[in-house]
């Protein structure tokens, strides 16, 4: 790509102890791609530092947000709850995120993750924030509760979307992109054969690295600099050049996060 247009990694976990090693080669990997923009999701408190500290180092390149992710919903979620509000209103945040709902791991808190993804939802609205869903074998239980909290000023992310059409359809209808990556590459990924009949205005790109490696890299770990082998299979998928990928998923990112 001659002069590369600027390409978005809407999720990706930088702070991860698998980049503890090379962080920094890494990063300037992606940024020699072409890959420029980084938004971070939060996991709990335990990540918030190591958060702060990335964006130091990289002011213009990594964006933050800030939520509990459904996974880290324990018997605690009120202090974890009480720690994202305390950030959210100290400094600026680009989204409250990644929050939802998993049950592919542990159904034991459902109750405690529906709690704590209404709770930041409204938060995200009281801010004027986006959202970042993260969904796992959770599909009815998600759309139950944005179909609760829908309003004109809630918007996001369904992050690492994995659904049907119908699920897809269905997450545009509540203001919500669909992130796409790694898994658009996967033979079983399913998602490569509807994506075309969803317009590119309601995709943005995302690796949510350490995770997820596309193809060719699958079960190893994945890196920003990789979102290059999901822009070429989306220009595949919806038949135009890499170049309007990078700028028509970038230009929704910018919708999404207001930078």
């Known amino acids: 790509m001659n002069s590369t247009p600027i390409i978005t990694d809407t999720h990706t976990h930088l702070y991860s102890e698998e980049f503890d090693q090379d962080r920094d080669e890494m990063i300037q990997r992606a940024i020699n791609a072409g890959v420029t923009r980084f938004f971070i999701p939060a996991i709990d408190a335990a990540a918030t530092q190591s958060m702060y500290d ?96 829908k309003s004109e000023d809630l918007f996001g992310i369904f992050h690492c979307f994995s659904g049907t059409l119908v699920h897809a359809q269905q997450a545009i209808s509540y203001n919500m992109k669909l992130g796409i990556g790694g898994v658009v590459t996967f033979k079983n990924g399913k998602i490569d054969q509807f994506l075309n009949q969803i317009e590119l205005k309601h995709i943005v790109l995302e690796t949510d690295s350490p995770y997820l490696a596309p193809i060719p890299y699958r079960g190893k770990r994945n890196e920003s600099s990789y979102l290059v082998n999901v822009i070429t299979k989306l220009a595949e998928i919806y038949a135009v050049s890499v170049e309007e990928i990078a700028t028509i998923t970038t230009q929704n990112s910018k919708d999404v996060f207001g930078i």
Do not use: S
């Not at 209103?89 to 704590?116: C, M, N, P, S």
């Not at 709770?119 to 609205?125: F, G, M, P, S, V």
């Open 54 to 149: 990335l964006e130091k180092n990289y002011p213009d390149n990594v964006f933050l947000m800030m939520g509990l992710h459904p996974t880290y919903v324990k018997d605690n979620y009120e202090d974890e709850l009480k720690h994202v509000e305390t950030e959210l209103a100290k400094r600026k945040f680009y989204a409250v995120g990644e929050i939802g709902i998993d049950l592919y791991w542990d159904k034991t808190h459902l109750k405690e993750q529906q709690i704590a993804f209404r709770r930041q939802i409204q938060l995200a609205k009281e801010y004027k924030l986006p959202i970042v869903i993260h969904c796992r074998e959770a599909f009815d239980e998600i759309f139950e509760i944005l179909e609760e909290e």
